[in-house]
């Protein structure tokens, strides 16, 4: 009963390194997201992918690349990273996108500082 | 683009006691309005949604209202307990990409 699994939990980078972080969902969801969440800000969605094979920008998406590998998995990459992108990433997916709207499922998370 | 905003962003009350919290929409065309609930260290939760063709839902200790018209709405947790000591965020969304928008959060501390 994992839900959304998201690795690492934690992690250290210096400036310009890069990153991929790694969320996999076992809820079959066609459509999952990702989000960072800065203090006092919320949640902001950083790219989404409605279903296998298909990848749109959110509201925040300079920065990151995503991969949809298979309907299980969605990954996000930081190329070359910046202390601006210190943050928590959260990884959620949903039933499906463009009907009615159904509930996004959250992952515990992955804490990233970038020194 | 939609802009959500929420209010207090603390909140301490006395156990048994009520909390309200209230959020305000900016696009008209928006339809779905989640609730989530965030631990510390752990990713947020929803607690309960509504759709703007209801303007009320009730869970237990635990309603939404929605007022279409003002482009508000509002959480009410009643008897409050230590356990609801949290992170609340509210959202909206449209049909469009079911893309949330959230608000800032509001931190609920319930006193023992």
């Known amino acids: 009963n994992a839900g959304v699994t998201q690795t690492p939990k934690f992690q250290v980078l210096k400036t310009g390194q890069s990153m991929t972080l790694q969320c996999a969902q076992d809820?079959?969801?066609?459509?999952m997201y990702w989000y960072r969440q800065d203090p006092g800000m919320g949640l902001r969605l950083i790219y989404y992918s409605a279903s296998e094979g298909t990848t749109d920008k959110g509201e925040v998406p300079n920065g990151y690349n995503v991969s949809r590998l298979n309907k299980r998995e969605f990954s996000l990459r930081l190329e070359s990273a910046a202390p601006s992108q210190t943050s928590v990433y959260f990884c959620?997916?949903?039933?499906?996108?463009?009907?009615?709207?159904?509930?996004?499922?959250f992952g515990d998370g992955t804490r990233l500082s970038i020194l | 683009g939609e802009n959500v905003e929420q209010h207090p962003s603390t909140l301490s009350v006395q156990e048994g006691d009520s909390a309200v919290i209230k959020c305000t929409y900016s696009?008209?065309?928006?339809?779905?309005f989640p609730w989530y609930k965030q631990e510390l260290g752990k990713g947020p939760q929803l607690i309960i949604d509504?759709?703007?063709?209801?303007g009320e839902k009730k869970d237990q200790r635990i309603a939404v209202t929605l007022n279409k018209t003002a482009k508000h709405f509002s959480l009410h947790i009643t008897e409050t307990q230590p356990e609801d000591s949290a992170v609340y965020f509210c959202?909206?969304?449209?049909?469009?990409?079911?893309?949330?928008?959230f608000g800032g959060g509001t931190r609920l501390m319930v006193k023992p």
């Open positions: 959620a997916s949903s039933e499906e996108i463009g009907y009615s709207n159904q509930p996004q499922h």
């Open positions: 809820m079959n969801h066609n459509s």
């Open positions: 959202a909206a969304s449209n049909n469009a990409g079911n893309m949330l928008t």
């Open positions: 696009d008209s065309a928006s339809n779905y």
């Open positions: 509504i759709r703007s063709n209801v």
